[in-house]
């Protein structure tokens, strides 16, 4: 199953890339981390971008520049937007963001700190780096493409590949493959890839104070949930969710003081685990239809300060 390891690396994945994203589109849905371009082109201008219409994500996507002053999570995590946003640098000491092209390694402060204390944490469970898929777009927002959440720079991706040894190259970042852990069938993790590695590493995340909420595969949930041993608590802040076989997404709070941002209500305070899990075992969530196209989220949808956000030059 070539298409299912992380080895696949540059020359290879040059040649999959059309086959191997089929298939994942067969597994997991989407594919969360589709190969860009080295040169990226600017996306064509808007020929009506003040209709009322507009869908905002073609609106954000079009801002490769940050809104300046001072940082603020305006809104909800899947209705918001984000000003003084600051960049991830895209090679730190214990991390690497990938796919550049997608310029998206954009956050709330806290966020850029949680990541740099994170890879720290996780060094000490045995991950000498992180690779740093999407948090948010430079204005935040809705984006182009597949995600709901990372609209106020507190949401963040990590892939489950482990950091190569060597500061990547721009083509490695672009079109690496992200590790899949899911067992083909989706029933449980898949045992020739997953290790308590993984465990350990979700644990530190869910450790750490300002996270709020995890997203995994339910997969990986029930691998959690045998793998956890007697310290469970951190268990309720990881919940199953659709794809998220080959990274993990990280929801951080609020910041404090950050009055026009909007928590979310936080998760149950259940580890999540056994019959809770049934649902998604389910051949119906497995292999659900089609989801049914949304209409796009407008500006009328997110905080009137987002306009002028993401109007400003
Ligand atoms: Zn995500």
Known sequence: MGHKRTRARLLAVFILTAAGSAVAQEKHLIDPTPPGSLNPEPLPPLQNPDAPSTPAKELFARKSTPFPGPSRSI??????????????????????????????????????????????????????GL????????????????????????????????????VQS????????????????????????????YTELIRAAAQDPAVTRILVNAAIKKALCREAGADRVWLFKVRPWYGHAEHFHVQIACPAGSAECKPQPPPRLSDGCGQELDFWFKESTLHPPPPKPKPALTLAGLPPACEQIVKAP
């Open 75 to 128: 809104g909800g995590y899947f209705d918001g937007c984000l000003a003084g946003g600051v960049p991830l640098p895209i090679t730190g000491p214990t991390w690497q963001v990938m796919r550049l092209s997608r310029n998206r390694n954009w956050g709330n402060p806290q966020l850029v700190r949680f990541i740099e204390r994170f890879a720290e944490n996780a060094k000490k469970v045995g991950w000498s």
């Open 131 to 166: 690779l740093v898929g999407d948090m948010s777009q430079p204005r935040g927002g809705p984006m182009l493409g597949d995600h709901a959440s990372h609209q106020i720079g507190l949401d963040v991706d990590i892939w489950f590949t482990p950091m190569p040894d060597h």
């Open 170 to 197: 721009r083509e490695e970042r672009e079109f690496g493959s992200a590790t899949d852990v899911v067992a083909p069938d989706l029933l449980d993790v898949d045992p020739e890839v997953w290790t308590h590695r």
